[in-house]
């Protein structure tokens, strides 16, 4: 007769603690009905940008197509907070060897989610950038002066948070120490 694992029984308060991560579901949804209400806001962008392509001048063409692409990366932020948060925090997705299922995904954990949506924040804000700088008349100097400290702010943050993550997922081996088999030697 086969014997089946079962997992552990926990005791009331922590399955109850266990158990409170599914709070987090109503999120996730929300998340993806705003992924919705960009993708909306996107068609209407693209059937303005179409309908008036004849009349816009470049830099019109250019800060609306800038648009899109804001509304593209701050999706993509989405879709990386909604699904590598839900497998990290909430439950498995159970898509193994699924051919879409997202190269990332396979590694995720709160660091490498952290550097990622912080890497999705400086694109977003170089693309917010860009367009003030094209728009740059219509600007006050300390509106940019801001978006620029702002911009180089998530530049130092991500730097450190790259920096933290790499420190604590790969420890330097003290001189001299034998390093586990399989490891590389770290980078310096």
Excluded: C
Excluded at 12 to 27: G, M
Excluded at 148 to 176: C, E, K, Q, Y
């Amino acid at each position: 007769m086969a014997r089946t694992s079962h997992p552990p029984r926990l005791r009331p308060i922590p399955s109850i603690i266990f158990a409170s991560r599914w709070l987090q579901l109503p999120l996730y949804l929300g998340l993806i009905v705003a992924q919705g209400v960009y993708v909306y806001h996107f068609l209407i962008e693209v059937w303005h940008l179409v309908s008036h392509a004849a009349s816009f001048d470049e830099a019109k063409i250019m800060l609306v197509v800038l648009g899109l692409i804001d509304v593209v990366m701050i999706s993509n932020l989405l879709i990386m907070v909604i699904v590598g948060g839900y497998e990290t925090f909430v439950s498995r997705l159970g898509i193994d060897n699924h051919p879409d299922e997202p190269e990332w995904l396979d590694h995720v954990n709160a660091g490498v989610l952290k550097v990622k949506l912080s890497m999705a924040l400086i694109g977003i804000s170089s693309i917010h950038l860009l367009k003030t700088f094209i728009d740059a008349e219509q600007r006050s100097q300390h509106t940019i002066m801001w978006q620029v400290i702002i911009h180089v702010a998530f530049l130092f943050s991500a730097i450190a948070m790259a920096w933290v993550d790499r420190m604590t997922s790969h420890p330097a081996v003290p001189h001299g120490a034998e390093m586990p088999p399989g490891s590389a030697p770290a980078d310096h």
